[in-house]
């Protein structure tokens, strides 16, 4: 049986097909970028950014390929991510945890202590998610945790660092609609707890000694 796209979502940064078990990922070019991210910065009266934030966005996923390839992170941890020929990305479909979020509380907190730990992971091989979108960002396969987008990511040390020192993931407006308040309290206590400039400076690439 043909594998027919079911559905194709445009994103600031990516178009993606998504198919039975897989979704592909085409990197959008400049044009492209402008196109959707001109409305929201008309909304915010900002439209003089254009040129500066779309050439971030461009530079962001450049930057997050180059240290993807290198980082020797097992892609598994990324749903069994592969580039593919003209700039493709393939990737397993997963479950996103936006649509899980809410609908048991032990599990939920579950989710959020392997996330805590999974940030932990990418250090221990030089990397960091810079934008902390767990509902988004992550999903799961078979029950397992995985980032789907991982580009906007970094290898650079000292902007981790100052991340932790401004605890940039405390703002509960980056979890999406469906984590509670609750859970989000629960999620930030964690990471202020667990996210430290010790535990960075114990565990950043340990896996490449």
Request: hydrophobic share 35%; glycine share 4%; proline share 2%.
């Amino acid at each position: 049986m043909e594998d027919r796209i079911l559905e194709k979502k445009e994103g600031w940064q990516m178009i993606v097909e998504i198919f039975n078990n897989k979704i592909i990922k085409y990197p959008k070019n400049r044009k492209q970028i402008e196109r959707v991210i001109i409305p929201y910065l008309k909304s915010i009266s900002k439209e003089n950014e254009l040129e500066e934030r779309t050439s971030k966005m461009i530079n962001d996923v450049n930057s997050s390929i180059k240290i993807l390839k290198k980082s020797g992170v097992p892609m598994d941890h990324f749903a069994n991510l592969k580039f593919l020929k003209n700039g493709k990305i393939w990737q397993d479909k997963v479950l996103i945890l936006d649509d899980i979020f809410n609908k048991d509380k032990d599990k939920t907190k579950k989710i959020i202590d392997e996330y805590i730990s999974f940030v932990i992971f990418l250090w221990s091989y030089g990397i960091h998610e810079n934008t902390y979108k767990m509902h988004s960002n992550f999903g799961l396969i078979d029950g397992k945790l995985v980032l789907i987008d991982p580009f906007e990511i970094t290898d650079n040390k000292e902007k981790v660092l100052s991340q932790i020192q401004r605890k940039k993931w405390a703002k509960h407006s980056k979890y999406g609609k469906n984590l509670s308040k609750e859970m989000i309290d629960y999620l930030i206590n964690q990471a202020n707890n667990t996210w430290t400039e010790r535990k960075l400076n114990e565990i950043w690439k340990e896996n490449l000694k």
